[in-house]
């Protein structure tokens, strides 16, 4: 399985912007999609992001559409994810995750068998 560590959290105001980064390693990036979640306190994880294999097809959740953008580059085995215009409700724990799955890409969680350790975006109002 393809090993993924997370950076690029920490504390920003509402408006502002951060890049997430998820280096992977031990397995050929390009042959898994690639998707973010994330879990609020008291909430559910929940779909944020899904990049295929090549970084040609992206798709997002309503609520960060047009304000989040997932992009991948195989060369250097890492996935961002660009947040702009952030909102105190985009405060959560970030993770992206990996699949092998034959579609294009997932937003399903159980389609995911490799996950990163989080990190966390906290924005202020």
């Known amino acids: 399985q393809v090993q993924l560590v997370e950076s690029g959290g920490g504390l920003v105001q509402a408006g502002g912007s951060l890049r997430l980064s998820c280096a992977a390693s031990?397995?050929?990036?390009?042959?898994?999609?690639m998707g973010w979640f994330r879990q609020a306190p008291g909430k559910e994880r929940e779909f944020v992001a899904a990049i295929s294999r090549g970084g040609s097809v992206t798709y997002y959740a309503d609520s960060v559409k047009g304000r989040f953008t997932a992009s991948r580059d195989n060369a250097k085995n890492t996935l961002y994810l660009q947040m702009n215009s952030l909102k105190p409700e985009d405060t959560a724990v970030y993770y992206c995750?990996?699949?092998?799955?034959?579609?294009?890409?997932?937003?399903?969680?159980?389609?995911?068998?490799?996950w990163g350790q989080g990190t966390q975006v906290t924005v202020s109002s």
């Open positions: 031990g397995r050929t990036f390009s042959m898994y999609a």
């Open positions: 995750a990996a699949t092998q799955i034959g579609r294009t890409y997932s937003t399903r969680e159980a389609d995911f068998g490799s």
